[in-house]
């Protein structure tokens, strides 16, 4: 087949980015040619899975002002080159919210489009209410404006409340997701969670799949952990969960913590370390490249994933599993799509005695943690590049017998 994709940007750094290179890699070695439209070039070109990368700034214009529609146009022009030139049997949409160039691509070929993140299914970004500290179940919508007035869900980077016309704003945004959902050949969403947000925020059912998002194999030379060592890696932000994980420390007090990530809340949980006497059994390592972040993960007994808000899917845990190391999570979002009871321990979102008890367990049980750590890298072996290539080719194949051109 000859296929396109289309994000906003291609060097693999980004947690999309790096799940397009894998998905393009992964359709390349199946025989498959795969080019790529972006806003920017900025791949290094060696060792390229696409055959061709068309940067096509315009295309990505998505600000409503004066130059709106001659970017619109210009980008258009620019995509219809593209076509004619490739003839691609099918598209493959990430990161791209422009509506006139998602639906020029919808009306003239089958159309797959990705759920990576709940931006696409929420205004506030994260399905998570900040002040009741529980996953939200509102439907989206202007109810949305009510949620965020009581709980301070929609905030900005630097975690302080939007203004009121930026929340509308981002709430507006929900009705364009649900018409590109609705008028894409597939839906391919990353959990089977993320699967019902999307769902529920259209009506629309016929057109969702699940697919998982590809894993590579673990970096690192196996080898044997270091007892009461564990391990947590992501976004220090209050969603995340860390603090919770700094209190557990309180009730193991023989473990030690490695921390790889950084984020906007660190500050304030080294604070709630040291103000628990805590601080000398944590370690902050950073954001670090995925090679040590597999050492750290195979010098560690378990790897903990304290998230509140909804994960979509959970990547952190599956990158544990390929290094055959037991997972102790929170049940938010699609954690529960891959985290079973032979691989590791789930415990409710927030019971903080009960996730220090599922560390506790393991930590002292290094057996049993040894004995889910390889059930959990035998399963972690379906969700690698090329089980991931098998299954979207056989995504693709339907969504070319679903569509059907505008006549």
Same mark, same amino acid.
């Given at each position: 087949?000859?296929?396109?994709?289309?994000?906003?940007?291609?060097?693999?750094?980004? /947690?999309?980015?790096?799940?397009? &290179?894998?998905?393009?890699?992964? +359709? *390349?070695?199946?025989? &498959?040619?795969?080019?790529?439209?972006?806003?920017?070039?900025?791949?290094?070109?060696?060792?390229?899975?696409?055959?061709?990368?068309?940067?096509?700034?315009?295309?990505?214009?998505?600000?409503?002002? *004066? %130059?709106?529609? @001659?970017?619109? !146009?210009?980008?258009?022009?620019?995509?219809?080159?593209?076509?004619?030139?490739?003839?691609?049997? #099918?598209?493959?949409?990430?990161?791209?919210?422009?509506?006139? $160039?998602?639906?020029?691509?919808?009306?003239?070929?089958?159309?797959?489009?990705?759920?990576?993140?709940? !931006?696409?299914?929420?205004? #506030?970004?994260?399905? !998570?209410?900040?002040?009741?500290?529980?996953?939200?179940?509102?439907?989206?919508?202007?109810?949305?404006?009510?949620? =965020?007035?009581?709980?301070?869900?929609?905030?900005?980077?630097? $975690?302080?409340?939007?203004? =009121?016309? &930026?929340?509308?704003?981002?709430?507006?945004?929900?009705?364009?997701?649900?018409?590109?959902?609705? &008028?894409? =050949?597939?839906?391919?969403?990353?959990? #089977?969670?993320?699967?019902?947000?999307?769902?529920?925020?259209?009506?629309?059912?016929?057109?969702?799949?699940?697919?998982?998002?590809?894993?590579?194999?673990?970096?690192?030379?196996?080898?044997?952990?270091? %007892?009461? @060592?564990?391990?947590?890696?992501? @976004?220090?932000?209050?969603?995340?969960?860390?603090?919770?994980?700094?209190?557990?420390?309180?009730?193991?007090?023989?473990?030690?913590?490695?921390?790889?990530?950084?984020?906007?809340?660190?500050?304030?949980?080294? /604070?709630?370390?040291?103000?628990? /006497?805590?601080?000398?059994?944590?370690?902050?390592? $950073?954001?670090?490249?995925? *090679?040590?972040?597999?050492?750290?993960?195979?010098?560690?007994?378990?790897?903990?994933?304290?998230?509140?808000?909804?994960?979509?899917? /959970?990547?952190?845990?599956?990158?544990?599993?390929?290094?055959?190391?037991?997972?102790? #999570?929170?049940?938010?979002?699609?954690?529960?799509?891959?985290? *079973?009871?032979?691989?590791?321990?789930?415990?409710?979102? $927030?019971?903080?005695?009960? +996730?220090?008890?599922?560390?506790?367990?393991?930590?002292?049980?290094?057996?049993?943690?040894? @004995?889910?750590?390889?059930?959990?890298?035998?399963?972690?072996?379906?969700?690698?590049?090329?089980?991931?290539?098998?299954?979207?080719?056989?995504?693709?194949?339907?969504?070319?017998?679903?569509?059907?051109?505008?006549?």
């Amino acid at each position: 087949m000859n296929i396109l994709v289309v994000n906003e940007r291609l060097r693999p750094v980004g /947690g999309t980015e790096i799940y397009v &290179h894998r998905q393009a890699r992964a +359709l *390349t070695n199946l025989g &498959h040619e795969v080019v790529a439209v972006c806003a920017e070039d900025d791949e290094p070109g060696t060792d390229s899975p696409f055959a061709r990368r068309y940067p096509i700034p315009a295309l990505f214009s998505a600000a409503l002002n *004066t %130059s709106f529609l @001659r970017n619109a !146009w210009a980008g258009a022009r620019a995509l219809q080159e593209v076509l004619e030139r490739h003839r691609p049997d #099918a598209c493959l949409l990430h990161i791209f919210d422009a509506p006139i $160039g998602v639906r020029f691509l919808q009306l003239r070929a089958p159309t797959l489009r990705f759920v990576h993140t709940p !931006w696409t299914y929420c205004p #506030a970004g994260t399905r !998570w209410l900040r002040r009741s500290n529980q996953q939200c179940r509102a439907v989206q919508g202007f109810r949305c404006l009510q949620v =965020t007035r009581r709980e301070g869900c929609m905030v900005s980077p630097s $975690g302080a409340p939007l203004p =009121t016309r &930026h929340a509308l704003r981002r709430v507006g945004d929900m009705s364009l997701q649900a018409a590109y959902f609705r &008028h894409s =050949t597939l839906v391919c969403a990353n959990s #089977a969670y993320s699967a019902d947000e999307v769902v529920r925020l259209t009506g629309r059912s016929d057109n969702v799949r699940v697919l998982s998002p590809p894993v590579v194999p673990s970096a690192a030379t196996p080898r044997a952990p270091v %007892s009461n @060592r564990i391990f947590f890696a992501g @976004r220090i932000t209050r969603e995340k969960g860390l603090s919770d994980l700094i209190r557990a420390l309180v009730e193991v007090p023989e473990v030690h913590l490695v921390v790889a990530g950084d984020g906007p809340e660190r500050a304030t949980v080294a /604070g709630l370390a040291a103000e628990l /006497g805590v601080a000398p059994r944590v370690e902050w390592l $950073g954001w670090v490249d995925q *090679t040590i972040v597999d050492v750290a993960i195979q010098q560690s007994s378990l790897v903990v994933m304290p998230s509140l808000w909804a994960e979509t899917f /959970g990547l952190a845990g599956i990158q544990a599993a390929m290094n055959r190391r037991p997972i102790v #999570a929170y049940d938010s979002g699609g954690i529960r799509d891959w985290l *079973t009871p032979d691989m590791g321990i789930l415990v409710r979102a $927030g019971d903080i005695s009960e +996730l220090a008890a599922g560390i506790d367990s393991l930590t002292r049980d290094p057996v049993r943690a040894a @004995r889910l750590g390889n059930a959990a890298y035998a399963r972690a072996q379906s969700y690698l590049p090329e089980r991931h290539g098998v299954s979207l080719e056989m995504l693709l194949r339907d969504a070319c017998a679903r569509w059907r051109a505008p006549r």
